[in-house]
């Protein structure tokens, strides 16, 4: 029997604003469970989405993960490079009628629950979005935190897009494509990604690529119980800022943050947190409900 290989992990922000306590918890956590097996853990940029990006803010984000010490083992991949690689995706998809055009707007779709079973209005030329076509399977994966989940896309997703009308790429494609590329097998990252999952997992077995293993992570919340926005944070944060960052999003991931000193310097930090790091008190938070908007996250 050949072992295991080492997990290759990664985080994958989007640059749309400054990291926030719930960022660095989702990053620390793939760091730790990627780590604490000797695997390698990769940054990747999803930066596919300029309406919503601010510029610089890629730059800023790799800085604040430096700060912590939270370096990858391989060169940040940025997902604006990737186009190529997404539209040759997307032609085989459509080449093996696995993908179609369709230009339904929201509205349409409206009186089908918003969500895409067939097409109900015309192709237009000029507002054409690409759809991966769905069938009555049950997606069902086991979550290193929230255990087993299963969705039917039928019936929760529908049809969902891979190439917005307005010619973005979606976030589906090209997280999927770029797992895929970067050979990651192990996900973790933040549970307001839980309900897309069994997505991307149809899309692996449509493009005949591996699942990795996932993990979602309970989202940080502020006093309100509303979910951090990536606005909340904006200071830059000095050492003893940063070791107070450090300890709580440590304690968010069920770990003691007592044995973290200050004064120990970055590295020297996140040794011990990884030396202590028990991937078992990962707890299970409250799942954020879908945003509802079936081809959003
Ligand atoms: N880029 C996504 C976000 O910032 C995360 C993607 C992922 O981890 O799969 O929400």
């Given amino acids: 029997m050949t072992p295991t290989p080492p997990p290759r992990g990664r985080f994958a922000p989007s640059p749309t604003g400054p990291l926030h306590l719930g960022s660095l918890t989702a990053a620390l956590a ?34 604040t ?87 039917q896309l039928g019936v929760s997703s529908g049809d969902f897009v891979l190439k917005r009308a307005d010619g973005y790429f979606a976030y589906q494609l090209a997280v999927v494509v770029d797992d895929a590329a970067q050979g990651i097998s192990q996900v973790v990252r933040g549970a307001d990604l839980l309900a897309s999952t069994p997505r991307q997992i149809f899309l692996q077995q449509q493009l005949g690529v591996p699942t990795p293993a996932y993990s979602h992570i309970g989202l940080v919340r502020d006093l309100n119980g509303q979910k951090l926005s990536k606005s909340q944070w904006a200071a830059d944060l000095d050492a003893e800022d940063r070791f107070i960052a450090f300890c709580m999003a440590y304690r968010h991931l069920g770990q003691d943050a007592a044995v973290l000193q200050r004064g120990l310097g970055t590295q020297a930090i996140l040794v011990r947190a990884l030396q202590h790091f028990d991937a078992r008190l990962l707890p299970a938070l409250t799942v954020p409900e879908p945003d509802g908007t079936p081809d959003g996250h």
């Fill in 65 to 151: 993960l430096a700060d912590f010490g939270l370096l990858a083992d391989e060169p940040v991949l940025y997902q604006s490079e990737r186009a190529a690689v997404y539209e040759a995706t997307l032609e085989k998809l459509l080449r093996e009628d696995k993908a179609f055009f369709c230009s339904c707007s929201r509205t349409q779709l409206a009186a089908q629950g918003g969500i895409h079973r067939r097409c109900v209005a015309a192709i237009d030329p000029e507002r054409t979005a690409i759809r991966l076509r769905v069938d009555d399977r049950t997606i069902a994966f086991a979550d290193g935190v929230y255990g087993r989940q299963s969705q």
């Fill in 30 to 63: 793939s760091y730790l469970m990627a780590k604490s097996q000797h695997g390698q853990w990769l940054i990747r940029i999803e930066d596919i989405d300029p309406p919503r990006e601010i510029a610089g803010m890629a730059e800023r984000q790799l800085k």
